[in-house]
């Protein structure tokens, strides 16, 4: 069954979190059988959302979350109406997971279980407007 | 909302989500900490890179004196992450 995306709009800020987490469960309450992918998605949501804020603290628009149900598979969209390119999935540092803790930084870890948790990341930009689509099936 | 509490045997106790909204609040319980300790995930729900950050930053200052955390019940998809982030190499995860 397919419905209608599940639309948010919030500010640029970490604040924000909390009315995602909001989205995110009202989503998991309507979509059952999409249990299994309510860690992965909530935690990709979390991290480019946060890159974007991070990262363009500068922008001026808001940020819109999308999350819907296309037979049985969970796509969902964070878009930034006001950004300069820069793609997270190319452009982002190395996560250095191999590297011993004296070695380790934060820095690209977020996007790298991204890579990990999702079936598929895909990010485009145009006209300052860029968007990261995230996709994730239950089986 | 992450709660942070210590338990009987003075161990560190996490519960609720670690996310990035709440990083700033563990930081400070964790950047103080001056001795080796054991953190109990049993009743944490979640945890994202910023969560990630906060323990990777206390891990490395209690390193230099030779200490470290000791995670203890990770499970689930809390596994996963410490898996895929190289975490299960530098914690020591019972």
Known sequence: MSEEPLSLIVPR?????????????????KNAASAPTRY???LALEEIFTNMVRHNAAGRSDIRIELENRNGEVVAKVTDFDAPRFD???????????????QRVPGGLGIH???????????????????????KRAT | MLQISVGDNDEIILSGRF????????????????????????????????????LLAAQKKLSERGKGLRLINVNGHIRDVFHFSGFDQIFEIV
Do not use: C
């Open chain 1, 88 to 102: 997270p999935l190319t452009e982002g540092p190395p996560p250095g997971i191999e590297r011993q803790l004296e």
């Open chain 1, 13 to 29: 800020e970490i604040a924000a979190l909390e009315e995602i987490n909001k989205l995110v469960e009202g989503f998991y309450r």
């Open chain 2, 19 to 54: 996310d990035a909204a709440e990083a700033e609040k563990a930081r400070q319980v964790f950047l103080n900490l001056e001795d080796a300790k054991v953190v109990d995930f049993a009743r944490l729900d979640y945890i994202s890179s910023a969560g990630l950050g906060v």
């Open chain 1, 113 to 135: 279980l991204v890579r990990k948790m999702m079936d598929h990341i895909e990010y485009s930009h145009q006209d300052r407007t860029a968007t990261v689509t995230l996709r």
């Open chain 1, 40 to 42: 992965p998605i909530e």
